[in-house]
C-alpha cells in the first residue's frame, strides 16, 4: 500500500473494528490488563540489576520521561529505562541505530526491547495497548503531519507497545521510512482483529527471543 495513492474513499471505509466490536474491544483490554500486570512484576524483578548497571557505568538516572501522542492526538508520558547519555531530557533529534548517545547498558536494554518495560503502566492506564501504532513525541508528529498525508488517520486508535509497522518494518529515523510505517499502520487500522494482534505478538515475541532487537 502507498500512501500517495490513497484517496479519500479508501479512508472512509475503514472499519474501526477496534470502535465498534465489542468481543474485539473486550479482548484488547483483558490483554492488555494481563500484559501489564506480568510486565510490572518483570519490571520489579529486573531494575535492581540495572539500576546497578547503570549507575557503575554513568551514574546517571535510571528513568527517562517523555511525552508521546496518543489516541486522537491525546498527549501522554511514559517511563522508558534510560539508553542513552544525558539526564533524561527529550531527544530532539532522530535515533540512529549505531547513535553515539546510545550506552554500552543501553545497547543491552534496546537489543532486548527491555527499556520498554516501564510503558506496561501506560498500558494498564489505558493510554496505550499491547498491539497499535507506535507513539510519537509531539515534535514528530508535527513534522509528519505537514509531510505525509493521512498521518492524523493513525492517531484513530490506541497507539500500542508492538504494531504491525514494527514487526515488518522496523525503526523509522526519517520522514520517508515514517511514510513507510504509516502504510503498514493504515493497514493495521482497517484490517484489525484478534488473529491479526496475536500474529503481531507472536512475532514480537520471536524478535526478541532471537534478539532482533533495534
Known amino acids: 500500500m502507498l500512501v500517495e495513492r490513497l484517496r ?10 477496534g470502535e465498534t466490536s465489542r468481543l474485539y474491544a473486550l479482548f484488547k483490554r483483558v490483554a492488555d490488563i494481563v500484559a501489564g500486570l506480568i510486565g510490572l512484576v518483570l519490571l520489579g524483578i529486573l531494575l535492581p540489576f540495572v539500576w546497578v548497571a547503570i549507575k557503575i557505568e554513568d551514574r546517571g538516572p535510571i528513568f527517562h520521561r517523555q511525552v508521546r501522542v496518543g489516541h486522537f492526538g491525546k498527549h501522554f508520558e511514559i517511563v ?3 539508553t542513552m547519555r544525558g539526564h533524561g531530557r ?3 533529534h532522530w535515533t540512529a541505530e549505531d547513535d553515539a548517545r546510545i550506552t554500552r547498558v543501553g545497547a543491552v536494554l534496546r537489543r532486548l526491547h527491555l527499556d520498554e518495560m ?12 499491547v498491539v497499535g501504532p507506535r507513539p510519537e513525541q509531539p515534535q514528530y508528529v508535527e513534522t509528519l503531519r505537514e ?8 492517531l484513530s486508535v490506541r497507539p500500542g507497545l508492538t504494531g504491525w ?8 529515523g526519517d520522514v520517508g521510512g515514517s511514510t513507510i510505517k504509516l502504510s503498514y499502520d493504515l493497514y493495521y487500522i482497517k484490517r484489525q482483529s ?5 500474529l503481531i505478538m507472536a512475532r514480537t515475541v520471536f524478535a526478541v527471543a532471537t534478539l532482533k532487537g533495534r
Open 147 to 154: 509531510s505525509i498525508p493521512y498521518y492524523n488517520t493513525r
Open 118 to 129: 516501564p510503558q506496561a503502566w501506560n498500558i494498564l492506564r489505558g493510554d496505550m495497548s
Open 80 to 82: 522508558k529505562l534510560r
Open 90 to 92: 527529550e531527544e530532539l
Open 165 to 172: 509497522a514494527q514487526v515488518n518494518y522496523g525503526y523509522a
Open 194 to 198: 484478534i488473529a491479526l494482534d496475536l
Open 8 to 17: 479519500q474513499t479508501w479512508l472512509l471505509s475503514l472499519q474501526q473494528r
